[in-house]
């Protein structure tokens, strides 16, 4: 038997709707410490719905998120986020002009609540070197950390928003979509990537690409019209009936990994 103290986020009954239009409906998920949980589903399931109520982008029509069992359904994004449950997006917005190393220090720098501060000399700032090269080498970018954002190619970009997320230390990261948009080569880079980065960490991941999901998740969430309709690992969800039958057509070969 699981106790409460082997899951670090939870979900209860967590709905919401939008001028009647019900989203998310009475999800319960429990996110397991330490491990890569992945939201699935196909287009319009409410996955990225449901990542906008755990970071309170959207408030919930009702429902409770609980985060190492402490309500935190009220806390604004910004309170979230100190807490140490950080999505990407929220701190990682790619700055082109300035390097990698410059991206990932204004990261650490909202960390430190000087984000504005960018009359800040260089010397000042360099304390944070150090911390923002680690995270450079986790997601394999030290070799690029004096190349400007603009130059790096797509995948090497994300790899870029991870790194600053990585250098936040969170307790949770969530990745919406981190494959969107990738050929085959950035798709396995960055795959390889988030398992490197989910060590001493929970991983929580929208994924399209059902190859991906396969090889990393530890736990798999089926949203189908706003409730889950099946959870486990890929070996149980994929031979669902009820997951077959939703991605039926479209979306059905990408199921099966392919």
Known sequence: MSSSDDFVLETRHLSKEFLGFVAVNDVNLKVKRHSIHAIIGPNGAGKSTCFNLITKFHPPTSG???????????????????????RSFQISAVFPHMTALENV??????????????????RSLAVLDEKAMLALEKVGLADFANELAVNLPYGRKRALEIATTVAMNPEVMLL??????MGHEDVDRVTELIKRVSDGRTVIMVEHNMK?????????????????????????????????EAYM???NTELAGH
Not at 112 to 120: I, N, P, Q, R
Not at 212 to 240: C, F, H, M, W
């Open 64 to 86: 409770t998120i609980l985060f190492n069992g402490d309500d935190i359904t009220e806390l604004s994004p910004s309170e979230i986020a100190r807490e140490g449950v950080i």
């Open 105 to 122: 220090r204004i990261g650490l720098q909202r960390l430190l609540g000087t984000s504005m501060h960018f009359w800040k000399s260089d």
């Open 249 to 251: 057509g479209s979306s």
């Open 212 to 244: 991906v999901v396969s090889k990393i998740a530890d736990t798999i969430s089926v949203l189908q019209r706003g409730e889950v309709i099946a959870e486990g690992p890929y070996e149980v969800v994929s031979n669902d009936p009820q997951v077959m």
């Open 176 to 181: 919406d979509e981190p494959t969107q948009g």
